[in-house]
């Protein structure tokens, strides 16, 4: 067959490929069948093609159907197309590939590159999911707040294309290629997103990892990709403005709250010498660690246009985040191992365990876990909606599996410390104050797991009918976590309270005393003027 019929045989293919679309968007069966069955029918439509295209040879072709769906071909012999740019331009995309990575069948002996441009196919995939979850949509980001409840909706913005080389592989490129789509102006509003995605035949929805999106502008955007398959540009918004806007009042006011009460509890850890323990000073780094990553996330949430700032802020909340789970490791084995003794704990032992445990724990691992983090995936730092980690190759999972397996290690600590405390009242009621105190101690500290470790849980939970009321529930428990610990280890906390009056009591004789300083200094100066007065007035009477 010459080149002549093979491009009629296109053309008549192109012609009859408008009916089976046409069916497939008439289909009155379910949303899930008629992406079935158009992902089956683009399939077969690009192995067809690999096809008749084997009968070209050193050709371009151009052809469009009556109703605007549009092929075009480029094939070459191999060895003739040296380090040549393939374009294959039609009316509304274009596509550019460099001829020496598109690889050939050796047994042909020829490259192909081909663009095929459905027409009717965005209707039939329009509202399809994606594979994985956007980047705003995920719990964990950014660590304090959940994001708009629910999931975005999803529109096809362009036509649907195929891209496809001589090597059935979609990832045998290796390199970027480069598709313009040109697309109606999209909605005017301040949650909406531009994607660039492309097909997933297994799972049927829409996916974007290995694409990057480049706006030309309003209406022409340029996706760059390391792969070739089924390409279309997505609109994803949210519905939700009013939602969005009660978590971010939810979100800073709570912060602001949980900043004010954290300073105080670490002035209070800092000065207050009648409860310095080794317990103080694990609250204290707990303080500390979340009063940085909190002031962290309140001042620079949105990324910056700085690359490199927006990945050392990433860098940042995840060490930060990290550390506030490391010191509640301590908190835990240090309530498990006091319990266990039934004694307070010495100073010498708790400055040994201070030293030669505490600290390279407490800051040491965190930076191991971000350093490792780094150097695995460097670009995981900073995202182009959040400073924080990305999503793509699984990257939050260098946080969260750490936290996760905190918080299973702190409920071991804390199961077994429930268990020696019952078994330790039931035999022994001579001490009853100590294991009060011991009882006091493990309230405050299952408390204070509770709200640092259920706010992940909960934020994990965030699927199905509850997604909405597990979102408020993340957002307002999270954003006050400063606030619980300055209510349990400083309000509820004797010792505290009393030093608090002994402060309060001693600012108020301060007070006092000032002013009766003052006033005494105040009564000098008048009397010496009067005098002064006097005596003027004697002198110029004797003259």
């Given at each position: 067959?010459?080149?002549?019929?093979?491009?009629?045989?296109?053309?008549?293919?192109?012609d009859?490929?408008?009916?089976?679309?046409?069916?497939?968007?008439?289909?009155?069966?379910?949303?899930?069948?008629?992406?079935r069955?158009?992902?089956?029918?683009?399939?077969?439509?690009?192995?067809?093609?690999?096809?008749?295209?084997?009968?070209?040879?050193?050709?371009?072709?151009?052809?469009?159907?009556?109703?605007?769906?549009?092929?075009?071909?480029?094939?070459?012999?191999?060895?003739?197309?040296?380090?040549?740019?393939?374009t294959?331009?039609?009316?509304?995309?274009?596509?550019?590939?460099?001829?020496?990575?598109?690889?050939?069948?050796?047994?042909?002996?020829?490259?192909?590159?081909?663009?095929?441009?459905?027409q009717?196919?965005?209707?039939?995939?329009?509202?399809?999911?994606?594979?994985?979850?956007?980047e705003?949509?995920?719990?964990g980001?950014?660590g304090?707040?959940?994001?708009?409840?629910?999931?975005?909706s999803?529109?096809?913005?362009?036509?649907?294309?195929?891209?496809?080389?001589?090597?059935?592989?979609?990832?045998?490129?290796?390199?970027?290629?480069s598709?313009?789509?040109?697309?109606?102006?999209?909605?005017?509003?301040?949650?909406?997103?531009?994607?660039?995605?492309?097909?997933?035949?297994?799972?049927?929805?829409w996916?974007?990892n290995?694409?990057?999106?480049q706006?030309?502008?309003?209406?022409?955007?340029?996706?760059?990709?390391?792969?070739?398959?089924?390409?279309?540009m997505?609109?994803?918004?949210?519905?939700?403005?009013?939602?969005?806007?009660?978590?971010?009042?939810?979100?800073?006011v709570?912060?602001?709250?949980?900043?004010?009460?954290l300073?105080?509890a670490?002035?209070?850890?800092?000065?207050?010498?009648?409860?310095?323990?080794?317990?103080?000073?694990?609250?204290?780094?707990?303080?500390?660690?979340?009063?940085?990553?909190?002031?962290?996330?309140?001042?620079q949430?949105t990324?910056?246009?700085n690359?490199?700032?927006?990945?050392v802020?990433?860098?940042?909340?995840?060490?930060?985040?990290?550390?506030?789970?490391?010191?509640?490791?301590?908190?835990?084995?240090?309530l498990?191992?006091?319990?266990?003794?039934?004694?307070?704990?010495n100073?010498?032992?708790?400055?040994?365990?201070?030293?030669?445990?505490?600290?390279?724990?407490?800051?040491?691992?965190?930076?191991?876990?971000?350093?490792?983090?780094?150097?695995?995936?460097?670009?995981g730092?900073?995202?182009?909606?959040?400073?924080?980690?990305?999503?793509?190759?699984?990257?939050?999972?260098?946080?969260?599996?750490?936290?996760?397996?905190?918080?299973?290690i702190?409920?071991?600590?804390?199961?077994?410390?429930?268990?020696?405390?019952?078994?330790?009242?039931?035999?022994?009621?001579?001490?009853?104050s100590?294991?009060?105190?011991?009882?006091?101690?493990?309230?405050?500290?299952?408390?204070?797991?509770?709200?640092?470790?259920?706010?992940?849980?909960?934020?994990?939970?965030?699927?199905?009918?509850?997604?909405?009321v597990?979102?408020?529930?993340?957002?307002?428990?999270?954003?006050?976590?400063?606030?619980?610990?300055?209510?349990?280890?400083?309000?509820?906390?004797?010792?505290?309270?009393e030093?608090?009056?002994?402060w309060?009591?001693?600012?108020?004789?301060?007070?006092?005393?000032?002013?009766?300083?003052?006033?005494?200094?105040?009564?000098?100066?008048?009397?010496?003027?009067?005098?002064?007065?006097?005596?003027a007035t004697?002198?110029?009477?004797?003259?």
């Amino acid at each position: 067959m010459n080149s002549q019929n093979a491009e009629e045989k296109l053309q008549d293919f192109l012609d009859i490929l408008e009916k089976p679309i046409n069916l497939v968007g008439q289909q009155s069966e379910s949303v899930e069948q008629r992406h079935r069955s158009a992902t089956e029918l683009m399939a077969t439509v690009e192995k067809l093609m690999r096809t008749l295209a084997l009968t070209l040879r050193d050709s371009n072709i151009s052809i469009a159907s009556p109703n605007g769906t549009e092929l075009g071909l480029a094939v070459r012999k191999a060895g003739n197309q040296s380090q040549e740019t393939v374009t294959l331009q039609q009316s509304k995309t274009q596509m550019e590939l460099k001829w020496a990575r598109a690889p050939g069948q050796k047994n042909e002996g020829f490259t192909l590159a081909g663009l095929l441009t459905y027409q009717g196919m965005s209707s039939i995939l329009d509202g399809a999911g994606r594979v994985e979850a956007p980047e705003w949509d995920e719990i964990g980001q950014t660590g304090k707040r959940a994001q708009e409840p629910g999931r975005p909706s999803y529109r096809v913005l362009s036509p649907v294309v195929s891209a496809f080389i001589s090597d059935p592989n979609p990832q045998a490129l290796g390199l970027s290629v480069s598709i313009r789509f040109s697309h109606p102006v999209p909605e005017n509003k301040t949650d909406l997103r531009l994607l660039c995605a492309y097909w997933e035949p297994d799972s049927r929805r829409w996916a974007t990892n290995g694409c990057t999106l480049q706006k030309l502008n309003a209406t022409i955007t340029r996706c760059l990709c390391n792969h070739l398959t089924i390409f279309a540009m997505l609109m994803a918004f949210y519905e939700l403005e009013e939602a969005t806007l009660s978590f971010n009042i939810i979100t800073y006011v709570g912060l602001t709250l949980s900043l004010l009460c954290l300073f105080l509890a670490i002035l209070t850890f800092l000065l207050c010498r009648s409860i310095r323990s080794i317990s103080t000073s694990l609250h204290l780094q707990l303080c500390l660690c979340l009063f940085l990553a909190d002031l962290l996330f309140l001042t620079q949430v949105t990324p910056t246009n700085n690359q490199v700032a927006c990945a050392v802020i990433a860098g940042l909340l995840h060490y930060f985040f990290m550390a506030s789970f490391s010191w509640m490791f301590l908190e835990g084995l240090h309530l498990f191992l006091t319990v266990r003794n039934l004694k307070v704990v010495n100073y010498t032992s708790a400055s040994r365990f201070k030293k030669r445990f505490m600290y390279p724990f407490g800051y040491g691992f965190p930076a191991l876990v971000v350093a490792i983090s780094a150097a695995v995936n460097p670009d995981g730092y900073g995202t182009s909606k959040h400073c924080w980690l990305s999503l793509e190759r699984g990257f939050r999972w260098s946080f969260l599996g750490p936290v996760c397996a905190i918080i299973l290690i702190n409920i071991t600590f804390f199961a077994l410390t429930l268990w020696i405390l019952r078994n330790s009242l039931s035999s022994l009621n001579a001490d009853v104050s100590t294991l009060r105190d011991h009882r006091l101690l493990t309230f405050k500290a299952i408390a204070q797991l509770f709200i640092l470790g259920c706010t992940w849980s909960l934020g994990l939970l965030q699927v199905g009918p509850a997604a909405t009321v597990m979102a408020y529930l993340f957002t307002i428990i999270n954003s006050l976590q400063g606030a619980y610990i300055f209510l349990v280890h400083c309000l509820l906390n004797r010792q505290v309270r009393e030093e608090y009056r002994r402060w309060i009591k001693g600012f108020r004789t301060f007070s006092m005393k000032s002013q009766t300083y003052d006033l005494s200094m105040s009564a000098v100066p008048t009397t010496s003027t009067k005098t002064v007065e006097l005596a003027a007035t004697r002198a110029e009477f004797n003259t």
